[in-house]
């Protein structure tokens, strides 16, 4: 059985009267890439940072690399590899001499070599004098996961990384991740995009504070039980209108050129459908993620929040 990494129960903490992160609990193991998924403001940046130490929860227990996340938490900080939501590093050095600064933060050894070797690995050779401020969005991010791992932590803990870069990026960004996952490395990323979720090997989706759901895409997407038809063909705003409300159905979705109808009962489903029958070309089709989520928001109550 895989080690587990971090391991923490009964995770909560509030900011006055509203409360951020309600009693989470989270198990991840080494080597896996574990997506934080969520809304935007609904915890994850917050849980993030209890966990390398820089936030101290308000109650709840738990380990990170085996230390205690309340009473060992500069034991951790070591061992983790931190990349903020926004650009964090200096905008008016170049990319060497933020490289080199990181270097002395971390105390490295040999830091000269440490980082050559970082620029070879992440192929930031060509921009190495270039201010970073200057940078393109995917570049300043290929920059930051380098500072992320330069001192080799055994834990990354990437919030919304990708956010801001182009699709070539966000594949590079995620072909790495995967290979640090293939040499051991483990890494909870925060994100608020199904596509990338469904890059992750498990996944944990938190909704205002409180955990919805975990475990892997498929997974998820199994337990939610929606059976999902995939309409083309004819109108489909009006036929998106004509559905609305209809027992059986709990989404109506457009999907680029076509509509996606989901519920959890097949017969009552193929009831609501069955008078559209000749005037669209229906597909059954595989629930996605997206849709799987969305369920999980409007059955949890916090879909309009």
Not at 32 to 51: A, V, W
Not at 288 to 297: A, G, N, R, V, Y
């Amino acid at each position: 059985m895989a080690e587990t990494v971090i391991d923490v129960t009964g995770l909560s903490k509030s900011f006055g009267r509203r409360t951020v992160v309600n009693s989470v609990n989270i198990s991840v193991r080494r080597g896996e890439i574990f997506g934080f998924l969520g809304p935007n403001g609904s915890g994850k940046t917050t849980f993030i940072r209890m966990l390398c130490g820089l936030l101290k929860p308000d109650s709840g227990s738990g380990t990170c690399l085996g230390f205690d996340i309340l009473s060992e938490s500069e034991r951790i900080k070591p061992k983790v590899g931190y990349m903020a939501q926004r650009f964090s590093l200096y905008e008016d050095l170049t990319v060497r001499e933020n490289l080199d600064f990181m270097a002395r933060i971390f105390q490295l050894k040999e830091p000269r070599r440490s980082v050559e070797e970082l620029i070879e690995r992440m192929a930031l050779g060509p921009y190495i004098g270039h201010v970073a401020g200057a940078l393109s969005g995917g570049w300043k991010q290929r920059l930051a996961l380098g500072a992320c791992i330069l001192h080799a932590p055994q834990l990354l803990l990437l919030d919304e990384p990708t956010a801001g870069v182009d699709p070539g990026a966000r594949r590079d960004f995620w072909d790495m991740v995967h290979e640090f996952s293939a040499q051991g490395v483990t890494s909870l990323i925060s994100t608020h995009s199904m596509d990338e979720a469904e890059r992750c090997h498990r996944l944990a989706y938190i909704a205002y504070g409180d955990l919805l759901a975990k475990g892997s895409a498929e997974e998820i997407t199994a337990s939610r039980g929606l059976t999902t038809w995939r309409a083309t063909g004819g109108d489909l705003n009006a036929l998106a209108r004509a559905l609305q409300g209809q027992d059986g159905l709990d989404q109506v979705a457009a999907f680029g050129n076509a509509l996606h109808v989901s519920g959890r009962d097949p017969k009552l489903l193929n009831r609501a459908l069955e008078p559209y029958a000749r005037q669209h070309h229906w597909e059954l089709v595989d629930t996605s993620l997206e849709e799987s989520f969305i369920d999980l928001m409007r059955s949890s109550g916090k879909e309009n929040l």
